[in-house]
């Protein structure tokens, strides 16, 4: 079995996918860089150049690594091209349904042994494994937003997920300088479980009049140190996306914890997905 990675390919250049590929290039792993249209992908790509740009003006990147890094990501719009790479990573749409159909499309292309990986924030793994041919090599990447700055990567192992593939998944992670923990496929994962479950209770006690917005935000970037609190990264995430986020946790555990409170379900009715829409727990 040919387990050596050097070839990544990153399925969808958006958000997510543009950061994967810039962490993986920085680290010396040749980037198939896939979207849709040839545009998107080039899209992806220039954004990729800005924040390496940004890192040379800040002395974290030398400009030889710039060049060679910049010159490992190879765009396309052809599925086909992915071919050769050891380690695929998708970064498209939260869709269950599109995911599956893209696992499908890559078993046939790519190598029966190449780690076919998603980084959903929320969907089963087991159930995206169940939609590949061999299952085992199919693996949670979970990665956070911006990718070239957070330390965080949560492997997520679905039912079906191989030791081999949480090595070599292991391996990829220590090269693109993450740090790693390591979580089964259960609703929300490690990091959204508990990161909802603090916001959410921090919107129930804006609703008794625990305190002001502010104030609860305040208590645990004061006094906890988060780099911001649970409100304000509510209304960054956006209402309708945490609303969503709840309701799927609290319909698969049955945990009075993630029921959404009635305060969130009437600001998404409102209108007021927070950062987004100019409005949520801030103005903006
Ligand atoms: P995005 O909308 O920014 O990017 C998605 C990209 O996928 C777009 O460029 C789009 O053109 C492309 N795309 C759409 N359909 C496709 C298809 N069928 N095949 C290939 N490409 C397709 O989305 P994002 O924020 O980067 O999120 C991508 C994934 O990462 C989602 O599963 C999301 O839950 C997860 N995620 C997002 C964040 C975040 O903060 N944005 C954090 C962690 C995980």
Known sequence: MTRKITQ?????????????????????????????TLAAAEAGRGKLQMNLEIGVEKGKVTQAAFHESLARVHCTDRLEDLAGCQLVIEAIPEKLALKQDLFGKLSAICAAEAILASNTSSLSLTEIAASASNPGRVVGLHFFNPVHLMKLLEVVRAFQTSDQTLEVVKAYGAAIKKELIVVK???????????????????????????S??????????GYGHPMGPLKLGDLVGLDVRLA??????AETGSPTFRPPQLLKKMVRAGKLGKKSGEGFYTY
């Open 8 to 36: 990544v390919g990153i399925v969808g250049a958006g958000t997510m996918g543009h950061g994967i590929a810039h962490v993986s290039a920085l680290a010396g792993f040749e980037v198939q860089l896939y979207d849709v």
């Open 185 to 211: 496929d259960s609703p929300g994962f490690a990091s959204s479980r508990l990161g909802v479950a603090l916001g959410l209770e921090a919107i129930r006690m804006l609703e008794e009049g625990v305190a």
């Open 213 to 222: 917005a502010q104030d609860i935000d305040r208590a645990m970037e004061l």
């Open 245 to 250: 986020i709840a309701e799927y946790l609290h």
